[in-house]
């Protein structure tokens, strides 16, 4: 370390501080890309393809070629395409707006991609190595949250309530809402963060099981209104959560590993997803199945209810999205199919107007509800998606890109068309 010559003037030392700031400052801005900027030719990832040896459609077009998607199951599948429904492509529902990579998404695990969550237009929040960050879209600043690399204890004390201080923790899923950060960790933790608050509210392991993996963590109101939380494990058991007091109040056994859960918008139905092609839809109050899912020829690791609580879209490893009615769970409503991989993340607008559906890299799907699904919109990128989320007021769209090079958060608007001018003209 090179030692400070103390007789430097003070207002000479203040201004190399000031413009190494200011350095830093502008290289970290040169790293972003704005909608102006992306309108001018520049790559909304800030890929120099100028410069490399084969342009994007050549790479798009090798990427397409040798993706390899993961399978855990070796059913046949020459007749799913047959199954899938036609979509007109080409539409935009979604304008780019803006890239950073300030921030960078990552991920833990291969098939787990819930990290990233807007609470607002101008608010996400988002996985980065051992840290939760918060990135402001307004300010264009990004602040970390949480950091889990170091002891984690939680600073409220209630009766009973056995204090688990965990350390370390690679947080494999998320989910933010009504202020209330929830951690899932791949040693089976769970930590949840009141996000107006310092300190962690509660930390523990849920299972002492080899692999536990948190696979999924759901924020929900039950039928009464209080606040749950619901955690999916690999060890086939789900947990239920008060919030108030985030003691465990029921628990729910499977067959198979627990891989996604999403409660329905009145809160009395669960959707169960996990190590088998088939899927449960039970009650949540008391984890009794009450219908099943056929149709998926491999495992699930997402879902999404429409806000209105009829339709669930279901996300597979067999590259589609299955969409069920829930007044008839013989047979889905419609199959939607992705380029090139599982369907690892899916979400609604809370209007119910369009569904976002991730793959785990290169490609996100935005569908109009009102045509039936069958109009869409391509998002096509580089780079492991680490999750997706339309902010409440579906004004926005973000992604979250795990790369090393060019990970970062891409940030969608909603197009408005002025319907007085287009009656004008």
Known sequence: MKIPNLSTNHDEQYNIVMATALEDLIS??????????ARNGKDIQGIPWERLNFTRDRYRETRLKQYKNYESLSLPRQDLEKECLPVEMGKTFY??????????????????????WATSKHDVYLMQNFSVMHWSSLLRRGKEVLNVSKPVVPTEKRPGLLVRPLSRVQISTMAVKENL????????????????????AFCSKLTTDDNAITNAVDIFQNPSGSMRVMTANNDAQVRVFDVQNFTCLTRFSFDWSVNN?????????????????????????????????KGHLDYCFSSAWHPNGQVLAT????TTCRLWDIRNLSE???VLKGR?????????????????????????HILDTQSGYMKEQEIDLFGEIAGISFSPDTEALFVGVADRTYGSVLEFNKRHHNRYLEAVF
């Open 28 to 37: 970290k801005v040169k790293t972003d890309t704005s909608a102006m900027e």
């Open 95 to 116: 304008d780019f707006h803006y890239n950073t990579r300030i921030v960078k998404s990552t991920i833990v695990h291969f098939q787990l991609r819930n990290l990233l």
């Open 332 to 334: 889905s409503l419609a």
């Open 261 to 293: 859960t999403s409660v329905s918008p009145d809160g009395r139905l669960v959707a169960i997803l996990g190590d088998s092609a088939d899927c449960l839809i039970a009650d949540a109050q008391s984890g009794k199945a009450v219908g099943s899912l």
């Open 181 to 200: 950060l929830v951690a899932g960790g791949f040693q089976g933790e769970l930590i949840c963060k009141h996000i107006n608050q310092p300190g962690v």
């Open 315 to 318: 996300g597979n490893q067999d």
């Open 340 to 364: 090139m991989g599982a369907i690892r993340a899916i979400k609604f607008t809370s209007d119910g107007r369009f569904m976002a559906m991730a793959e785990p890299a290169d490609f996100v």
